[in-house]
């Protein structure tokens, strides 16, 4: 079954406003080949869950799928907004137009729009990968997440990132992943390492002196960087990687291995992979999904997979 009708939800703010152009491609080449569409356009942040939520309160159609072009963020609330209808299942392509793109790397779909344009143009029926389904109780909120979760050192980062003027100036010349390590070299030197539980298949384990913490669903987070090499999204688990802060020097080397992808052979890197982990941290820490800042709290976790309709080929 082809692709009757697309329900275009587009982010401009994406990629620090570069989501224009990719937007502008891809419009130009739906109307070249005469594919029905209608566009929502993000107008503010969290927008996009409302209109999400609208596409799919209101589609009566089976042919329909929900296009979104913007980054990840953008990605993440489109998916947050359909699981609130009763559309949870209409199935979801996407189009790359953020600084960091992990989901798309993490899944196989080009970096580049308008061949990310032909893999959702060739697919005939839905292709089920996995997503994140979150609960964190001191709080009392819950989610879904397309890449990852992490608490501490990445989540620090993220903040740091958000914050910083450089990082619209370095999001036009198309180096996003560069604000994102002038972010982690900020945190490195000011953030503390601090204790976590991990609870997997009904085993406690408990680590001192974590300063990375984070719970993954693919390969990928931070803008490329391959955190967990062995995170696969089609096979019905999430991954948990902690990176334990014994001192400077060795928290660097193990950062260095990282870069080498090969930082999950040391034992102060622990690795866990499971359907279902819980974690909690009893210090106040930073937290971040999918690239959006979650706040600084004590964090209690629980997470499962869960399975979500996308609309391309890989
Ligand atoms: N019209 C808008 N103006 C400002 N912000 C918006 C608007 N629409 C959505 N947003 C917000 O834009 C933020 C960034 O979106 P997104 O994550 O998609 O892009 P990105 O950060 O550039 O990409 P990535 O997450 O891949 O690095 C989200 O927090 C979203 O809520």
Not at 225 to 240: E, S
Not at 266 to 280: D, G, M, Q
Request: net charge neutral; charged share 20%.
């Amino acid at each position: 079954m082809a692709a009757g009708f697309y329900y275009i939800i587009f982010n401009p703010a994406a990629g620090a406003g570069t989501a224009v152009d990719t937007f502008k491609k891809i419009q130009a080449r739906l109307d070249d080949l005469h594919i029905a569409y209608e566009i929502k356009v993000s107008r503010y942040s969290g927008h996009t869950i409302q209109l999400a939520k609208q596409i799919g309160g209101f589609n009566h159609r089976d042919d329909a799928v929900m296009l979104v072009i913007g980054g990840d963020g953008t990605l993440n609330q489109a998916i947050t907004g359909l699981h609130q209808t009763e559309h949870a299942d209409m199935p979801v392509a996407y189009i790359p137009a953020g600084s960091g793109n992990d989901f798309a790397r993490g899944v196989g779909l080009s970096q580049d729009p308008l061949k990310a344009l032909d893999q959702v143009l060739a697919a005939d029926h839905p292709t089920v990968i996995d997503i994140g389904h979150y609960t964190e109780k001191t709080r009392g909120e819950a989610g879904y997440f397309v890449n990852n979760i992490g608490v501490g050192f990445d989540a620090a980062a993220v903040a740091a990132t958000n914050r910083s003027r450089f990082k619209t100036i370095l999001n036009r010349m198309h180096l996003g992943s560069l604000a994102y390590i002038v972010g982690v070299i900020g945190v490195f030197f000011s953030r503390k390492p601090f204790p976590v539980a991990i609870y997997v298949g009904g085993k406690r384990t408990y680590i001192q002196q974590a300063f990375l913490v984070t719970t993954t669903n693919h390969p990928y987070f931070g803008g490329g960087v391959r955190i967990l090499p062995g995170a696969d999204p089609r096979d019905g688990k999430l991954d948990l990687i902690v990176v334990e802060h014994l001192n400077t020097p060795y928290f660097l080397f193990l950062c260095l291995q990282l870069l080498l992808g090969r930082h999950t052979r040391y034992k102060r890197v622990h690795v866990f992979e499971s359907p279902r982990i819980e974690l909690e941290t009893p210090s106040l820490e930073f937290g971040q999904m999918d690239g959006e800042e979650l706040g600084s709290r004590p964090y209690e976790l629980s997470f499962h997979v869960e399975k979500q309709n996308f609309w391309f080929v890989v």
